[in-house]
Nanobody, 127 residues
Framework: QVQLVESGGGLVQPGGSLRLSCAASGFTFRNSAMRWYRQAPGKERELVAAITSAGGSTNYAGSVKGRFTISRDNAKNTVYLQLNSLKPEDTAVYYC????????????????????WGQGTQVTVSS
């Protein structure tokens, strides 16, 4: 089965750092783009960072650009999110995400409309 298992969350003071890990299994990790989302209480889930399958391209939400870094180790089937200069507004549950398998009919394939998600890891930034 596909599994995404996040770890590394915790309580940290403003200005501190954490490194989140997502261990992936059950699919071809090296061929899959990976993403980190987060969701704070009462707020919509938002995309934080994304990385291409080979790690050659990354994208970040404007609110975290310059502070967070997404990376991956395809040999270890793991994607990371380094969180630096943390702010209280970064408090959220952070989720690892990747695309689910496409739906294909003949030569035509479509997004299946669902993704794989981890269970999340809590990041709390508070003094």
């Amino acid at each position: 089965q596909v599994q995404l298992v996040e770890s590394g969350g915790g309580l940290v003071q403003p200005g501190g750092s954490l490194r989140l890990s997502c261990a992936a299994s059950g699919f071809t990790f090296r061929n899959s783009a990976m993403r980190w989302y987060r969701q704070a209480p009462g707020k919509e889930r938002e995309l934080v960072a994304a990385i291409t399958s080979a790690g050659g391209s990354t994208n970040y939400a404007g609110s975290v650009k310059g502070r967070f870094t997404i990376s991956r180790d395809n040999a270890k089937n793991t994607v990371y999110l380094q969180l630096n200069s943390l702010k209280p507004e970064d408090t959220a549950v952070y989720y690892c995400n990747t695309n689910g398998p496409p739906y294909c009919s003949g030569y035509v394939c479509y997004d299946s409309g669902w993704d794989y998600w981890g269970q999340g890891t809590q990041v709390t930034v508070s003094s």
